[in-house]
């Protein structure tokens, strides 16, 4: 049982990890203007950035609540301006970007539990931590 936790952060990060390129790529950038991001050719990279220190932090669990809390400054932005289905006319479309909303606010959750709780046992931040 004692491994479900260091399986259970490489899970959750991994969408974070897995999609890193993109944040670099003309196509997201451009997918990100035309959602009506500011200075999306700075915020899309600047966001990569962001999700592959948390991703990674969290991971390794090493200075896991930090990781965390950068997975909430990426995540709350991006729900709300790139997944707004309330404004998506498409019924069909919307019922993606509301599934994908979903998505993110679950992650979210998860990131604030990793936030208040650490990183957990069979991380570099037990290792750390000193001896009682």
């Known amino acids: 049982m004692l491994y479900l936790v260091p399986v259970g952060r490489f899970l959750y990060s991994a969408i974070f990890l897995m999609t890193v390129l993109g944040h670099f790529s003309p196509g ?3 997918y990100a203007t035309q959602q009506g991001v500011p200075a999306a050719g700075f915020l899309v990279p600047l966001s990569g950035v962001i999700a592959t220190v948390g991703g990674l ?5 090493y200075k896991a609540k930090l990781g965390a809390w ?7 932005p991006v729900t709300i301006k790139m997944h707004a289905f309330w404004a998506v006319p498409d019924p069909m479309m919307r019922g993606v970007q509301i599934a994908m909303f979903m998505k993110n606010v679950s992650m979210l959750g998860a990131a604030l539990l990793i936030a208040h709780f650490g990183a957990g046992p069979l991380s570099l931040d037990a290792r750390r931590a000193p001896l009682a």
Do not use: H, N, Q, R
């Not at 950068?70 to 709350?76: A, I, R, S």
């Open 28 to 30: 997201y950038v451009a």
């Open 57 to 61: 932090s969290v991971t390794f669990g």
């Open 70 to 76: 950068l997975l909430v400054l990426f995540l709350v």
